[in-house]
């Protein structure tokens, strides 16, 4: 398999980060200098033309807090929750402005070490995400606010940049992001893997999803690459890139050195 072949995913992965970086970094640049109000927001709360997309958890947060059901909201939510029950935890390593900074800390790192694959790192119980995801909720019930809304590291990262543009300042909630990088340092995807309500609430919604990355039991040869390449410290040996932490980015795929590893579609 050519070099090239084999990193497709990432690959295309990076343009679609960049670009999605490159949507939230030149709006609010554009909302002020050229009144250009076709897009507005980030990716908390993004509109485009008429259409108004809603993060699923910063929308649950609202409706539990203010104890009413707004049905503008779900109509918001409901294109990320089918992208999500169909094809995963995409929004995390596709879209997600925290992913895309991950990406470049990764390839600066590997400017200073002979490793293709980074270490895994610090392992914890991958259930710590739904600890994270039920912990998160239950704060928001019980102070009366939603929390995501004003901490989440992806809209933290989309509301620093709107406030550079139009106040030329920062605010201090921006420190979160800074302290999820640097988790990032120590251990793979820390945050990411078992610390991210968003990702956790992701994961439930594509506990069924439709698209699977696949192990043939007759080509795979239990090398453990698969395991090594998973940013999630996931083992696609024990199907567990069929599992609901799975977020669909296609290096086990693309480091399979046998091709054991493929993308499907289930069948309804």
């Known amino acids: 398999m050519s070099k090239k072949k084999r990193n497709k995913y990432t690959t295309l992965r990076l343009v679609t980060l960049s670009l999605a970086f490159l949507l939230i970094l030149v709006t609010p640049y554009l909302n002020l200098h050229y009144?250009?109000?076709?897009v507005q927001g980030w990716f908390q709360s993004l509109?485009?033309?008429?259409?108004w997309f809603v993060s699923p958890l910063e929308g649950i947060e609202s409706i539990l807090t203010s104890r009413m059901i707004y049905a503008p909201l779900l109509v918001g939510?409901?294109?990320?929750?089918?992208?999500?029950?169909?094809?995963?935890?995409?929004?995390?390593?596709?879209?997600?402005?925290?992913s895309f900074f991950s990406e470049l800390i990764d390839r600066f790192l590997s400017l200073f070490s002979k490793r293709k694959l980074r270490p895994q790192g610090i392992r914890l119980s991958k259930r710590l995400i739904?600890?994270?995801?039920?912990?998160?909720?239950?704060?928001?019930?019980?102070?009366?606010?939603?929390?995501?809304?004003?901490?989440?590291?992806?809209?933290?990262?989309?509301r620093e940049i709107m406030m550079a543009t139009l106040f030329k300042t920062l605010?201090?909630?921006?420190?979160?992001?800074?302290?999820?990088?640097?988790?990032h340092i120590v251990s793979n995807r820390m945050f990411c893997r078992y610390f991210c309500p968003l990702g956790g609430l992701l994961a439930l919604i594509g506990?069924?999803?439709?698209?699977?990355?696949?192990?043939?039991?007759e080509e795979c040869?239990?090398?453990?690459?698969?395991?090594r390449a998973c940013p999630l410290g996931l083992d696609p040996e024990e199907?567990?890139?069929?599992?609901?932490?799975?977020?669909?980015?296609?290096?086990?795929?693309?480091?399979?050195?046998?091709?054991?590893?493929?993308?499907?579609?289930?069948?309804?």
Do not use: H, T
Not at 147 to 158: A, E, W
Not at 171 to 183: K, N, R, T, Y
């Open 35 to 38: 009144q250009f109000n076709f």
């Open 77 to 98: 939510m409901l294109v990320p929750v089918l992208l999500a029950a169909l094809l995963g935890r995409v929004f995390c390593s596709w879209i997600c402005p925290i």
């Open 130 to 158: 739904w600890f994270a995801l039920m912990g998160e909720l239950l704060l928001a019930l019980v102070i009366g606010a939603p929390i995501f809304v004003f901490l989440s590291p992806p809209g933290l990262v989309g």
């Open 221 to 227: 040869i239990n090398c453990g690459i698969c395991k």
């Open 239 to 268: 199907d567990e890139a069929k599992s609901a932490y799975c977020w669909n980015c296609g290096k086990c795929v693309e480091n399979c050195k046998v091709s054991a590893l493929k993308f499907r579609w289930k069948d309804i």
């Open 47 to 51: 509109s485009i033309g008429n259409l």
């Open 207 to 217: 506990i069924k999803r439709r698209l699977v990355i696949e192990r043939s039991d």
């Open 171 to 183: 605010a201090i909630e921006g420190v979160v992001v800074l302290v999820v990088l640097f988790l």
